[in-house]
Nanobody, 124 residues
Framework: DVQLVESGGGSVQPGGSLRLSCAAS????????MGWFRQAPGKEREGVAV????????SYADSVKGRFTISRDGGKNTVYLQMNSLKPEDTGMYYC??????????????????WGQGTQVTVS
């Protein structure tokens, strides 16, 4: 079974930075699609960024382009989300996700194969 464990959330003032980490285990393919989703209170879960770990190709939601960077450390099976210039509207629970085969750049939560437990990000 795939297991995803997030870390790195916390509270920060607007304009600040945080880096989230997602340690993956149980992944058997040489390349896979990993993403970050977030969910604010009272809102639907939304895709933030995704990366193909083999090629390094990435995709971002328009709301975070230029501020967030997704990256990977293949040797450690870890995916990161560097978040800069944080805004109050970035507040929410952030989830690491392993995408289903063929749905790599989907931002739809239904196309996620495995979820992490989530880590809280608060910007205020």
């Amino acid at each position: 079974d795939v297991q995803l464990v997030e870390s790195g959330g916390g509270s920060v003032q607007p304009g600040g930075s945080l880096r989230l980490s997602c340690a993956a285990s149980g992944l058997t393919d040489s390349s896979y699609c990993m993403g970050w989703f977030r969910q604010a209170p009272g809102k639907e879960r939304e895709g933030v960024a995704v990366i193909i770990t083999g090629s390094g190709s990435t995709s971002y939601a328009d709301s975070v382009k230029g501020r967030f960077t997704i990256s990977r450390d293949g040797g450690k099976n870890t995916v990161y989300l560097q978040m800069n210039s944080l805004k109050p509207e970035d507040t929410g629970m952030y989830y690491c996700a392993a995408m289903k085969q063929g749905y790599c750049f989907s931002a739809n939560p239904r196309d996620v194969a495995s979820w992490g437990q989530g880590t809280q990000v608060t910007v205020s």
